[in-house]
């Protein structure tokens, strides 16, 4: 069995940067790439809050005595190797999610997007970086289009937008659409506003259009375009060969009826059971199975896709003990499980520590029992990294995705500045850690923002983009995930759940 010993290295080890594609339009630009440093300065990470002297005191001892990483420390598993750092380069914003397509990965950036050619995985190279601002898109592709989601008040629908007051009736917020048939020339095509912008989004993909569920939610009578009651989705429909005719064709309502049901807070450090649940923070989708997860801030939900203008809720659950934010979902290979992510303190807390405990902040682990409309989402366990963090590291569940191993249940997921871990749930009452990846914090005084925002595996590898350091590259090697190495696959949407086995080729 493969030794859990860690392995220290004192820096990020830092690749060349690739010459990006030197262009500018009027509602894109694409930015030449700038020289690479060492030590990336983390950009707009921003200090979240300030600890005590007893707390600052506390994680100086703790990284004197080795018990967490030093100051830009790598500590990791001798099952992973750290194969490549790309640091940030004309995008300065907070790094946030990725996408896959052949050789190539997408990295979102509250900037803007950035994509590389990783078909050399130890060395990746830059093909383009847009600038487009608007947090925190959320990025996929499929096909010849790129989808970015805005959830910040922007003055219009431009890429050369700027941030105004979201109590301005002019104000924007929704997705945008991009061609990316030539890559190292992304083209802008399409825009679509949306009631409260878009947070995430989710890709349910046909031959001839693409849907897509857009999700948001934290309604304010306030803002003019986020008007409560806001209990339901954003269905839009893009047809693939005129994606400028893109359109909203629904919003269909999970959430009817009034009263408490158990809404969370993502700033809250525990969930009052008392809000309203209005909008939904993440969704995944099995297209094979016509099937979703949706994580709707106080509730976890499991609906019918089969028409996808139209998902129906077949069961809903709630955790009004552990569960302050119900953030994300991932699905086991046979469907028959959902990993359910808490991001207690919106992303922004240090909870990976010994007063939080292990089951809040954390993952929750779900049988799915049943069939058909009678399926039901019943609690099996949680799952939380096992090693203390500082008070000055934001740390809790983030983004994950399976690790494609017939007859497991492994998953490899970001938990901020908590690094990134590999995880078996094969036994849903049992998880446990058999690898993982992280840098000690940022700040040894402060709380400052900052950790990997989306840890995926694709194609042998794991990527992992860090909201400050950076784009990672990481080679498993584990007896355990070594079939994963032989499962390939030709597009990658973590939230757009592929059948590994069959859609693919193992």
């Known amino acids: 069995m493969t030794s859990l010993r860690t392995t220290r290295t004192p820096r990020a080890r830092t690749r060349g940067l690739g010459v990006a594609t030197a262009a500018a339009g009027l509602l894109v630009s694409l930015l030449a790439a700038g020289p690479a440093a060492a030590t990336p300065d983390p950009g707009d990470a921003t200090v979240r809050g300030t600890v005590t002297a007893e707390q600052a005191a506390e994680a100086r ?8 990483p030093g100051v830009d420390e790598i500590v990791h598993t001798d099952n992973i190797t750290h194969l490549a750092n790309i640091p940030k380069d004309a995008l300065k914003g907070t790094n946030s999610d990725l996408a896959f397509q052949g050789r190539y990965a997408f990295a979102g950036n509250y900037d803007g997007f950035r994509i590389f050619d990783i078909s050399k995985p130890s060395d990746p190279k830059t093909v383009a970086q847009v600038l487009c601002p608007g947090s925190q898109n959320d990025i996929s592709v499929s096909g010849d289009l790129l989808f970015l989601s805005t959830d910040s008040s922007r003055s219009d629908n431009s890429c050369a937008s700027t941030s105004q007051p979201a109590t301005e009736k002019s104000s924007w917020e929704g997705m945008k659409i991009f061609d990316i048939s030539d890559i190292r020339n992304p083209k802008y095509v ?6 409260c912008g878009s947070h995430t989004h989710t890709l349910v993909p046909e031959r001839k259009n693409v849907y897509v569920y857009v999700s ?3 309604p304010n009578a306030a803002f ?4 409560p009651p806001h209990d339901g989705i954003t269905v839009i429909k893009v047809p693939r060969k005129s994606p400028e005719k893109a359109a909203i064709v629904g919003f269909p309502v999970l959430f009817p009826g009034e009263g408490p049901d158990g809404g969370g807070n993502p700033g809250g450090p525990t969930n009052p059971g008392v809000s309203k649940t209005t909008g939904c923070h993440d969704i995944t989708v099995l297209p094979s199975k016509d099937l979703a997860a ?4 106080g509730d976890g939900i499991l609906f019918d896709i089969k028409d996808p203008e139209r998902p129906r809720v077949i069961d809903q659950v709630q955790d009004n003990v552990n569960f302050a934010f119900w953030h994300s979902a991932t699905f086991n290979q046979k469907a028959n499980k959902v990993v359910f992510t808490d991001e207690l303190g919106g992303g922004g807390a240090a909870t990976c520590n010994a007063a939080v405990g292990p089951n809040r902040g954390a993952d929750g682990i779900y049988d799915i029992v049943g069939k058909g409309d009678r399926r039901e989402l019943v609690f099996r366990s949680y799952y939380k990294i ?8 934001n740390c809790v569940a983030h983004n994950g995705s399976l690790i494609p191993v017939k007859g497991k249940d492994l998953m490899v997921q970001s938990w901020y500045q908590g690094g990134v871990s590999v995880w078996d749930f094969t036994d849903s009452r049992k998880p446990k850690e058999i690898a993982y990846f992280e840098r000690g914090p940022l700040s040894a005084t402060s709380l400052v923002g900052g950790g990997t925002w989306s840890a995926y595996y694709y194609n042998g590898h794991i990527y992992s983009n860090d909201m400050a350091k950076g784009f990672d590259v990481l080679r498993l090697d584990d007896r355990r995930t ?9 597009e990658l949407n973590v939230q757009t759940q592929p059948d590994y086995f069959d859609d693919f080729d193992d």
């Open 61 to 68: 001892s703790a990284i004197q005595s080795g018990e967490i």
């Open 190 to 195: 399409a825009a679509v506003e949306t009631a």
């Open 216 to 218: 948001s939610y934290s």
């Open 224 to 227: 003019p375009d986020c008007q």
């Open 294 to 297: 949706g994580a709707c801030m």
């Open 386 to 393: 096992p090693r203390h963090q500082a008070d000055t590291e």
């Open 482 to 490: 070594d079939a994963a190495k032989r499962v390939r696959m030709h």
